[in-house]
């Protein structure tokens, strides 16, 4: 073990690694400890909760993890254990799977559903967001709430660091960082719980006391709001107006007179409460139940294909119906 290396663990890994991909040195290499990536997703990804950028995500840590279909540590260590704390932290965290060997995303998605990783809240995409200048995988990039790599390197070996760091950045989502004044412990907290529009009435009444930090604030809680407007837009897409209308209107009454997203948070949820919505919502609600079904039995649900067949016949034209006919091709599949 190199002394250079040991001086770099929070950034790079130290042993080979066991597992190479092949596509990694397509990518631009350069990020490292201290660094905040930018990217900006062509897609929305399989569960891509409406994330259109890494900035989208500010406000929680976010664990990039490179992995491959055709990795065993990855199959069988990395993604298991990043599932693991996407369901263990929720909303306070966001896992990003990121494939690098190339493979499809009907493959990946197949892979997931079978492997019982489905239904956690993480986004499995096949572009690669930044690279960290490995030659293996698996390896992970973790951010902190403002976007800043705080550790990455190849994930066998840090494992440990890395558990230890996800869980003081989800206290300081739930908390706030140290340094924040005590003026703003309150407008932190409404807004980690997404009462945006209160936690800024109650930062620009510190403001006013002459509270400094005030407009960066506000700003996160912007984009935390805009961001979950978008998610909101993406989960129509992908077939779920359910779990859409109900977050519309939680989300119209937490943004409730501020400028801009306020007023787009109330046409979206009177759009979804809308007559021409709801052949959108009752498919969506029958194809949230097969998903679960599915997730579940990890693609092995007895005549999930009729059934997924059958929604896309009655729901003809609706965004569940053409997700049951991409799920349909999974179990077809095997």
């Not at 997703?41 to 399989?46: D, E």
């Not at 009454?253 to 997203?261: D, F, R, S």
Request: glycine share 10%; aromatic share 6%.
């Amino acid at each position: 073990m190199r002394p250079s290396h040991l001086a770099a663990l929070a950034a790079l890994a130290l042993a080979a690694p066991v597992y190479f991909a092949d596509a990694l040195e397509t990518a631009p290499v350069g990020t490292s400890v201290g660094d905040t990536p930018t990217y900006s997703f062509r897609s929305a990804g399989l569960d891509g909760g409406g994330v259109k950028s890494l900035a989208d995500l500010r406000g929680k840590p976010v664990l990039v993890d490179f992995w491959g279909v055709k990795c065993p540590p990855c199959v069988g260590f990395a993604v298991p254990k990043g599932v693991e704390m996407q369901r263990k932290y929720g909303d306070d965290l966001q896992v990003i799977f990121v494939e690098s060997q190339g493979h499809t995303a009907e493959q990946v998605e197949r892979l997931a559903y079978q492997r019982g990783w489905m239904g956690s809240n993480a986004i499995w995409t096949l572009e690669r967001p930044f690279d960290v200048g490995l030659n293996g995988i698996p390896h992970f990039a973790l951010l902190d709430c403002d976007g800043k790599i705080i550790l990455q390197g190849y994930s066998q070996e840090l494992h440990s660091q890395l558990e230890e760091l996800v869980a003081q950045q989800v206290a300081l989502v739930q908390k706030g960082p140290k340094d924040l004044p005590k003026e703003l412990k309150g407008a932190w907290k409404a807004s980690s719980k997404g009462e945006y529009a209160a936690a800024i009435q109650e930062a620009r009444a510190a403001e006013a006391k002459g509270v400094a930090g005030v407009p960066a604030f506000v700003q996160r809680v912007e984009s935390m709001a805009n961001a979950r407007l978008r998610r909101i837009e993406w989960l129509i897409e992908d077939g779920r107006a359910d779990l859409a209308a109900d977050d519309a209107q939680a989300l119209a009454k937490a943004t409730q007179g501020l400028e801009g997203i306020g007023e787009k948070a109330t046409e979206l949820a009177a759009r979804l409460a809308s007559a021409e919505m709801k052949a959108e919502i009752e498919a969506a609600k029958q194809l949230g139940k097969l998903k679960d079904a599915l997730v579940a039995d990890k693609l092995d649900s007895k005549g999930m294909d009729k059934k997924l067949a059958k929604l896309a016949e009655k729901h003809t034209g609706t965004h569940a119906a053409r997700r049951a006919q991409q799920l349909m091709s999974l179990v077809a599949a095997g």
